[in-house]
Nanobody
């Protein structure tokens, strides 16, 4: 059973920064791509960023590119999302997710490819 636990959310002012973490357990973390998604009230869950199983490639949604950085520490079974220059429109519950395919080199943006999800962490950006 794969378990994902997010942490690091909170309330921040516009222009501020937050760093989210996702701790994984239950299978070999380093063999699977990981992603971050977010869901704002009344909206569908959307892709934010993804990182290849070895950390060798990343992909970002256009809305966060240049402001957010995804990374992973396979030795510690942990993934991160560094969020800078935050805007009110970044307010959402942020979820980490683990992809289903062993050592997949294609970075998926569709949440249907992710089989395991954390419980989410709230990020609120005040104007």
């Amino acid at each position: 059973q794969v378990q994902l636990v997010e942490s690091g959310g909170g309330l921040v002012q516009t222009g501020g920064s937050l760093r989210l973490s996702c701790a994984a357990s239950g299978r070999t973390f380093s063999n699977y791509a990981m992603g971050w998604f977010r869901q704002a009230p009344g909206k569908e869950r959307e892709f934010v960023a993804a990182i290849r199983w070895d950390g060798g490639n990343t992909n970002y949604a256009r809305s966060v590119k240049g402001r957010f950085t995804i990374s992973r520490d396979n030795a510690k079974n942990t993934m991160f999302l560094q969020m800078n220059s935050l805007k009110p429109e970044d307010t959402a519950v942020y979820y980490c997710a683990a992809e289903r395919t062993y050592r997949n080199n294609i970075l998926r943006t569709d949440l249907l490819y992710y089989d395991y999800w954390g419980q989410g962490t709230q990020v609120t950006v005040s104007s």
